[in-house]
Structure formats: C-alpha cells, structure tokens
C-alpha cells in the first residue's frame, strides 16, 4: 500500500482511485464546508488483494479479471457463485503491513470506533445512468488491527454479495469497469443525525437522535421539518418515532437511555450499541431551534454549490465545549459540485485541458480574431471558423453531434471538444476557469486559480497542461505548444514492430500545417483532403464567386494551386484523394455572396448539383488540380461530393476531361457514396467512369436514419453502427468488388466505433481513411481483424 488518500489532499486525477463519494466530500472539504475528516484506501488496493487470492478455483484465481458471466435467473446458482467469493475474501489474509498503514493513520484520531464506508466509481458508465444508492453498506468496527482487516474484508466482499452480482450483470458492468475503494473516519458520538433534502419549491430536514444508523436501517421514523428554502422559514414540522438510538460502545450510557438487548441490536459488531430511548426523550424532537437553524444555514450555504437540488446527510458531533454539525455525504441528481462537472455533453474529440471560458452567444457574430489559448464556447461552429481555431485549448458547443463541424474540425486540429452541451453559453461566463474533458464530455468549473497543472488525462503519462503554458495534452508526457503541433504527441508515429496489414490505411487532411506530422504516420496516403476546410486559410474571409466576379482569378487559382502541390509534394508518390467542394450556403454565414439556399435545410445546395447551377469555381478547382499535375505531381486524384444522379457525374466527368487531368494514365476520378441512391446506380457510376468510391458515413448515415448530424439530441440514433447502416456498406463494398474497383471509407465510424473494422475487413473494405488522432488505433485495429481471419482460414483448412 504505497499511500493513503486523505480527504483534505485529494486531486481532481484521484477520482477513480477513491470513488465518487469520497471524492465529493473532498472537493467541498477543500471549498471549506464541515466535513468529518478521512482517508481512502484506493480501489487499486482491492484490485491487488484480489490478484493475491491463493484458489485453485478458477472462478477465484481470475480475480479481479474474471468476467463473471452467470445466469443470474438462476438463483441459486447466483448463491452459491456469491458465497463462495465472498468466502474466499472473508477467509484471506490481509498484508499486514496494509492494516498496520491504516492503524498508525487513524491513530491521530483518537477514537476507539471507525466507519469503512464503500466509493465507488464505475468507468464507462455517465454518472446518474446507473443508481448505485444503497447497494453497498458501511461497516463499523473497534480501532484494534484486527478488528480493521476484518472490516476492510467485509466491506471488499459487498461488491461480490449476490444482489451486487446481480445489479452488475443486470446494468452490463463488469469487474473491469468497478473501482472500489474504502473511506476510513472516525466515529464520535452524535446528538442528532439525519439528511436535508434540497428541491424546489421547499426543503424537507430528518432528525433522528444518535448516529445516522438507525435512519439508515429504517428502524425509526425521524422528525420531519418542512423549509420555505428562500427564507429558511419552518412551515411546518412532525414529530417522528424514535424509539432507539445508537452511540459508540465505548461511551458512558447516557442518564436518560437504556441498554437495548442483544436480540434487538442490528449491527454484527462490538464498536456500536443501539439503546432506547425514554418516552420524554421519544416526545422531543431531536433538532433543538438552535440546530436546526444552523442546517437550515448549511443548506443555504450548499446551494451556490450544487444548486436547487441536492441531498446531504449530517451529523450534529457530541464535542466539546459545542456540538459540532459535519456533512457525511453528498449526493446531487447531477454533479455541480466544485470542481466536478456542472455540465454534460458529447464528448467530440479526446483529451483534457484546462483554460479559460471565452463565451460567444451569437455564431453568426465572427470576431476578428480570438484570444490565445481560451476554450470557445459558442452555440455552433460552421466551417468558416476555422481560421479562428488555430490558436484555441479547447471547445465547447451547445449543438451538434459526434460527426458535426465542430467535432471534425476539432479532431483534425488536436483540439479538446464537447458538443451538444444544452445551455452552456448560458452557464458559463467568459472569464471562468474550466477543465474541458473530452473523453466523458464533461465540463468543470474550477475554483480559485484553478492551479491544477498536475492533473493527469487519460491513460497513463498524459499530462493535462494549463492554457498559461500554452498546452495541450501530449502522451509522451511532453508539454506541447497549442496549434497543430499538438498531433505530434496526440497522434504518436507507428513503431516498425507493428505487423503488417493489407488494407489500406489512409489520413483525413485539410490544413497544411499539419503535412510534415502526417508524413511519419504509417499510412498510405491523403484518403480525403476536405478542399472547403483547406481553402478557408486562403479566401481572406470572402467566397470563391467575390474573387473570380472582382477579376482575381489569376490570385486565387495560384492560391488554390500551391495550397494542393503542398500535400502533393508532402506525400509523393502516395496518393492524394483531393475532395473537391462540398459547401451548404449556410455553412459559410460570414463569406459574402455565398449560395442562395434555405438556412434551415439539412442538405442545402450542396455537392455536384451546385456545380451544374454554378460551374465557375467547380472550373477554378479543376485548373489547380491541372496545375498541380503539370508540376510533375501524378499523384493527385479526385473525389466528388454528394453525387445524386448519373447525369451530375457525366457533366462533371466532362468538365474533368476538358481541364486535361485524365490525359495522366494514373489519374483516378472517384465518387463519395454518401447519397443513399448509389446502392442501385452503382452500375451505372461505374459505366459512366467512376474509378473507385469512397463511403462517407457521415451523410450516408444521416440520409438513411433521416435526422441532422448536427443536432446532438439525435446522438443515440445518428450511430453508424445502426442495422441499416452497416448492410448498406456492405452492400457497397460487395458492389464495389464485382465492378472491379477499389472501395474505401472516410467517414468517422472507423475512428468513433473501432469495433466495425472486423466487419470492415471482413466484407473485404480496399482501404479505410481516418484523423491523424485515431490512425494508431485504427491501424491495430486492422491487423487484429486480419489476423482474426487468417487464423480462421487455417482453422478451415485443417478441418
């Protein structure tokens, strides 16, 4: 047991190493509310006593890793698994230099009793998802050595007790996701004990005397107090019935109580004992004036922390000269506490930073610039945004979902996002210190100044840095300056040892800054260079259309020219899928003389049909791919979007073969097979020149599920991994391969869902293309489902 985790000490990076319970009680001991002091013994503790479990029995000698599948229909089997486990705990021997820790570190307490009260976090799950309340209990126990491994067994063994077994598998929890520490206070003599309920329109106090245990067994009704919460005024109360009370053991039988007999005690220890109370001590009520006043304060008090709605239990302490009032718990329908997230939203773009609040309420109101190292907070970001980014920690947005503008931009730029965060330009104020966690999609406000440069993301070695050392989270543990250099530790390079793998592996790109990171990637090439995003750095805030009607053409085409040579030349002789336009009219509110088209429409006048309506700069685009093939570089391909018909891709074929790029015999022009009509005219692409296509999941899914992938609300059914869905990639890629042309996908399902590229693979996907942060993962995901099937075919084979 390398340390104790006390409550006064504890960190922001310590939550899952003690548990949501003590972690709360931290964060509001540290704002410098009453709080009973403690320690923790990490959930890492109990993860190592259980990997010391001496059985020959494999369901025991699999601790802590066991997946535990049991029917829990059958209950007696579910018995019989949950006594058995909680045996071998009961019957194990602590270290007893552990117990010895936890002795000394009580010590200064000088208290003959202690409580073991179970923390639990659970990964994986958001929190209020799963109610946990009650499903494990305290254990109290004599402050001897003991006694105090007796009860960190007991307390260990809870999360193995039947109904616990049935709870996880019933929840879909397993043993891997479950951190269970233990919280170790002293217990002292209480007047009165109870909870105050804090909710809207009015507050409701119990009081019962004694320690909190016999509310908690239920064997008392307590006094209740009814509370006008804005004045603290006492509506009305009643008188409850209390009928017996606990106190430590050790303690002098109070004058006015009598022992309980030993059949009427509820708690299997010698620290406690429950006595009666006498009838006139029955009739009062357990909260003198004086006291309740002083919970009533303590509530008001709590509510600039958590809110209008919260729960506390308090204890009023027997101490000497005045009875003290401590909090023993805190719990709140969503975390508002200091220093816990406030807010809730989709986690877009992975890793942790810690900045401050920069809050715009109006998306159609483009600043001239934006202050270095802030975390944006705005309703929506629409692709002209980008230029604006280069130098933010992090952002926040009240709209979208996980393939929405500002989660792509975000994942390509090493940015930290959280979208679909309801009401956050509300809740939040420019100026406020925030920890951005995109990994959970949770929002923190920070307390103070908010020094908590040490905090620690993600996996291990993941250093979160504070935007006053313009950083962002690395995996070397190096601190990294903000802007594009992020995605040199974000995305590491691929190590030669990986094993090699037949499908293709690609790179999303779009801005230039970030070629000379992408080059020591082990890809094999640009899957899709986004031309709107790429040209947005060059425009100078102006559409296509105001450059070509102001006689700029000549500018511009050189502009548009060099900015494509540059990923060329980057990636020679690896391909270059260069994607040509794709803008909705309203995702460029700020450049003037954008397309007509509905504001409100999910699609807009996009893709090959605004090309129709508008060839000029379609054209201009085909000239710089020209240019760029002139310059030598035949490496250069191209993508076109959002293709409806037959009839748009015959028309922009032409306009390709006018520009002279298929006079270079490796030249490949390819179509996204996005539009949900390319399942039954795939044939007839392919007749009429398609080379090859790349499926854009993003669309593709949206258009078959008919909701806006802008609209975060819609998370749960915007999945790619939908039925639907995945029989339509299928179907492509089956096509794909009777046609005779290589088939790729760019959307990002492979990066958020890495658990299709079995299927992927599988259907047998010619190459798959990804943001640079997920092309590890990617990448190993690949070999594992490769190498899944060769072993299957030699399992074939030798049958």
Known sequence: MDKLYWLDKIKLQDRAKVGDKAFYLS???????????????????????????????????????SSLHLDVNNWRQLQQVAGRLRQ?????????????TIFQAAREWQTQCLIFRPTLSVSGVTQGKANMSGLLESVFCQYDEEAIATALKRTWSQMFRARSLLYWQRTGINLQQIN?????????????????HAKSPGWEIEASWGLGVAIANGEVLPDVYYIQNETGVVLEQQLGNKMLAYRVDNAATLASSQPVPKSLLTVDNNCLVAYLLEQAQQKQYALQEQYLQQVIALGNQLVSEFG????????????????????????????????????KGLGAASGRVMATAHVITNSQQKPEQLPEGIILVIPAITPDWLPLLQDVAGIITEQGGLTSHAAILAREMGLVAVV??????????????LLLDGDRGEVYRLRGDGKEGEIRAGGEGEPLVSSGDKGVRGQGGENLLYSHESLIASTPSLTPNLPMIATQLLVNLSQSSLIEQ????????????????????????QHPNSWLLGGRQPELLERWSQQIMQFARGFAPRPVFYRSLDWRSQDLPSLRDSLESSPQSMLGERGTFSYLRNPAVFELELKALATVQQAGYSNI?????????????????????????????????????????????LPEYVKAGVAGIS???????????????EQGQFARVFDERHPAVMRAIAQLIEMAKNAGIPCSICGQAPALYPEIIDKLVEWGITSISVEQEAVKRTYQAIARAEQRLILAAARRELR
């Open 518 to 541: 992408a080059q020591s990637l082990s890809v094999d090439g640009v899957g899709l260079l986004r031309s709107e995003l790429m040209v947005l750095n060059i425009l100078e805030g």
């Open 420 to 433: 679909s965060a309801t009401s956050a330009t509300t809740l939040i104020h420019t100026g406020e210190r």
């Open 180 to 196: 269970l520490a233990v919280l170790v206070q002293p217990v002292e003599n209480a007047i009165a004990s109870g909870l105050l």
């Open 27 to 65: 964060r509001i001991m540290q704002r410098g509310y009453p709080v009973v002091p403690g320690f923790v013994v990490s959930a890492e503790i109990l993860r190592q006593f259980l990997e010391t479990l001496n059985s020959s029995e494999s369901l025991v000698a699999d601790l802590p890793y």
């Open 88 to 100: 071998e705990i009961i019957t194990a021997t602590v270290p007893p230099q552990w117990v010895n």
């Open 308 to 343: 209008k709605t919260f729960t506390i239990k308090w204890t009023l302490a027997q101490e000497s000269p005045d009875p003290k009032l401590y909090l023993t718990q805190v719990s709140t329908p969503q975390s508002v506490i200091p220093n816990v997230h406030f807010l």
């Open 695 to 709: 499926i854009g999941t993003n669309d593709l899914t949206q258009l078959l599920l008919g909701v806006d992938r």
């Open 637 to 681: 391909h191209l993508i076109l979007p959002f293709v409806r018909t037959v009839e748009e891709f015959a028309f922009c074929r032409r306009k390709v073969e006018q520009a002279g790029l298929t006079d270079v015999s490796q030249f490949q022009l390819w179509i996204m097979a996005e539009v949900p009509s390319v399942l039954f005219l």
